[in-house]
């Protein structure tokens, strides 16, 4: 349009004193410079070419992988260090209520399934108590939903009803918003770590996924041979994203400087064993914080040495139509009466 406009402005201007034409050329090339420069910044590719070299990744606290594991390890283990955390914002959230509430000081949990919610999500609440948090798979399992505060006070008065009726839901006393989801999922593993830590592996899901705890336990047993280490799920290995009109997702140099964030599992469904969680859990303490949860815990993970196991199983989306799927682990996108539905086609092909 911009290019059009111009060509019919400069033939107009070639038809007039040629003492013009100069002065017409020169608006012309800095109305185009003008432009070109406008996408440029945009586009984020002032930023593109300036972005450092992910195989020169560092991110602070900036020691070595093996130093930084031997730090973190002795805090954990409350071993006399000369480092102290520098990051202790995730450990002060109050959580409520207290953990009687939940059986998690006698019991043990195979999986315990910790559920990303928001306060006015309670349908879809509502349709994975009747799918599968109830699924009859012989494995011990605790669920429990992860809500922050509302500022409806209608959702407070309906969540406190809620609480009270399932005795399934851990309030988190911070505000319950996207850019606060690496709050809510640090606030998970700490709730794993040191309020229910009788548990083989943490399932962390939001609530808008089907999932099954049989299929689960099957990838477990297959993982097994790999070590105690397990962090898995829809593993990916992408690059920041430096478009200035993405407001979302646009992450600026003086955030992240690396062409490639490291290898990461989804938010949406991430899999660990305990011993990945404790490792993963204790180096938020010394990581500076970042926006996006699963970047944040996946740079957790590579500090301590910890690789993302990937597998089909886990789905960002959901799936196609109507049609079951064996082998299915969770997949994402998943509206209460989707679920309600799709839970039952996968039901009686006996895949749940």
């Known amino acids: 349009m911009w290019g059009h406009y111009l060509r019919k402005r400069f033939q107009i201007l070639k038809r007039r004193p040629k003492t013009l034409l100069p002065v017409a050329a020169a608006f012309y090339f800095f109305i185009l410079g003008f432009i070109l420069v406008h996408h440029i910044w945009k586009f984020g590719v002032d930023m593109l070419i300036r972005e450092t070299p992910y195989s020169q990744f560092t991110y602070p606290l900036a020691v070595s992988d093996?130093?930084?594991?031997k730090i973190v390890t002795n805090f954990r283990d409350k071993t006399l260090s000369p480092f102290t955390p520098t990051n202790q914002y995730y450990s002060k959230i109050a959580i409520t209520p207290s953990k009687t509430t939940f059986g998690c000081e006698n019991d043990h949990f195979f999986f315990l399934i910790l559920v990303k919610s928001a306060p006015p999500n309670v349908e879809s609440r509502d349709a994975i108590r009747a799918t599968w948090k109830n699924e009859v798979s012989g494995i011990t399992t605790k669920t429990l939903f992860?809500?922050?505060n509302s500022n409806n006070g209608s959702h407070q008065a309906s969540l406190v009803v809620e609480?009270?009726?399932?005795?399934d839901i851990v309030r988190i006393q911070y505000d319950?918003?996207?850019?606060?989801?690496t709050i809510k999922t640090v606030t998970e593993m700490r709730f794993a770590a040191e309020v229910c830590p009788n548990f083989n592996y943490v399932m962390l899901i939001d609530d808008d996924y089907y999932f099954s705890v049989r299929q689960l336990r099957q990838f477990t047993e297959e993982q097994e041979p790999h070590g105690e280490r397990l962090y898995a799920g829809n593993a990916q290995f992408t690059k920041p994203l430096r478009n200035r009109f993405n407001n979302k997702f646009f992450i600026d140099l003086d955030e992240y400087?690396?062409?490639?964030?490291?290898k990461f599992?989804?938010?949406?469904?991430v899999l660990l064993s305990k011993s990945a969680?404790?490792?993963i859990y204790?180096?938020?303490f010394f990581v500076t914080p970042f926006r996006f949860d699963d970047v944040y815990v996946a740079i957790c993970a590579k500090k301590m040495g910890i690789e993302p196991v990937h597998s089909e199983r886990f789905q960002h989306m959901q799936e196609d139509g109507d049609q079951p799927r064996e082998g299915l682990i969770a997949a994402h996108g998943y509206s209460p009466e989707r679920l309600r539905m799709y839970w039952e086609v996968q039901k009686e092909a006996g895949f749940v």
Request: glycine share 6%; no cysteine; net charge negative.
């Open 176 to 181: 319950d918003t996207y850019y606060n989801n």
């Open 265 to 269: 599992v989804n938010a949406g469904n």
């Open 146 to 148: 992860f809500i922050g």
């Open 66 to 69: 093996e130093n930084f594991y």
């Open 277 to 279: 969680l404790l490792d």
């Open 163 to 167: 609480e009270e009726r399932f005795q």
């Open 257 to 262: 400087p690396f062409d490639y964030f490291p």
């Open 282 to 284: 204790y180096a938020t």
